[in-house]
């Protein structure tokens, strides 16, 4: 197995159209957790420290949705009306990161992890660079910027932040 695909941060990025004006909830505070610890891919029973709050990202009704594992901190914004993460920031601890296992092939299995993680990304749009032990890259997505540090050695991704941008 690919070591870059099993791993906890699984921050599965998909963004779809809505409407930003809308201040009707359809998702509750435990959807919307449910909808992050989902998303990055985290098993409940690793997840503590958890904050839900209500707020907005501009004009954007959104649950805040924050919480810690033993291996990384993770931040969603989740939009209320759809249930869509439409801005995300997840960090995982370079400690843990060098006691997995390296592997043969960490450019291919970086590059599925992102295509895994974000539907509709295409590698022709990805500005990668190497810098000492990592990779820095960075693509868009329709409105969606995406940032993230991957480990050379791994293909784990250590830093993932998308954030809609207009």
């Known amino acids: 197995m690919n070591r870059s ?47 839900v709050q209500s707020d907005s990202e501009g004009q954007i009704s959104v649950f805040q949705v924050e919480f810690e594992t033993n291996y990384g901190d993770f931040d969603y914004s989740v939009t209320k009306n759809t249930g869509l993460i439409i801005d995300a920031d997840c960090e995982v601890d370079e400690k843990w990161i060098g006691k997995q296992t390296s592997v043969s092939d960490s450019m291919n299995g970086l590059i599925k992890e992102i295509s895994r993680r974000v539907p509709g990304f295409e590698v022709k749009a990805l500005r990668l660079r190497s810098e000492g032990s990592r990779w820095e890259g960075e693509f868009w997505v329709n409105s969606m910027k995406y940032e993230f540090e991957a ?9 993932w932040n998308a954030e809609q941008r207009q």
Not at 28 to 42: H, R, S, Y
Not at 151 to 159: A, L
Request: proline share 4%.
């Open 5 to 51: 695909i099993f791993i906890p941060l699984l921050c599965v990025l998909s963004f779809l159209s809505f409407s930003a004006f809308s201040t009707q909830t359809l998702i509750t505070k435990d959807e919307a957790l449910d909808i992050a610890i989902n998303n990055a891919g985290v098993p409940m029973r690793d997840v503590f420290n958890i904050k």
């Open 151 to 159: 480990d050379k050695r791994t293909g784990i991704i250590s830093d």
